[in-house]
């Protein structure tokens, strides 16, 4: 069983920064082995696809709408991966979630279906 725990929520004023964390456990799970994702859902709207990682922390993607803004991490030593926010806009507040990719190493994928082992999600509010 794999288990994620995103932190690292909160309000901040918009321009301010965040860093979220997601924790990663599970007995038989080799995290290092697994491109993992941001996700986010703002209230009344699908889940959307915000950053993802490699394997081995060499290959980022980002969406547009957070390029240039946001970065995505990861400490396989500490099974964590992080997304470090800067310059949050009025439009950023949302539930994160982080989530493995289905399948270890392979291409980074940014569909929702194609990531599995969801964490509970952090709140992030901004206010303007």
């Known amino acids: 069983q794999v288990q994620l725990v995103e932190s690292g929520g909160g309000l901040v004023q918009a321009g301010g920064s965040l860093r979220l964390s997601c924790a990663v456990s599970?007995?038989?799970?080799?995290?290092?082995?697994?491109?993992m994702g941001w996700f986010r859902q703002a209230p009344g709207k699908d889940r959307e696809f915000v950053a993802a990682i490699s394997w081995n922390g060499g290959s980022t993607y980002y969406a547009d709408s957070v390029k240039g803004r946001f970065t995505i991490s990861r400490d396989n030593a500490k099974n964590t991966v992080y997304l470090q926010m800067n310059s949050l806009k009025p439009e950023d507040p949302a539930v994160y979630y982080c989530?493995?990719?289905?399948?270890?190493?392979?291409?980074?994928?940014?569909?929702?279906?194609?990531?599995?082992?969801w964490g509970r999600g952090t709140q992030v509010t901004v206010s303007s």
């Open positions: 989530a493995r990719r289905i399948g270890s190493y392979g291409y980074i994928l940014v569909k929702e279906d194609e990531y599995a082992s």
């Open positions: 599970g007995r038989t799970f080799s995290f290092s082995s697994y491109n």
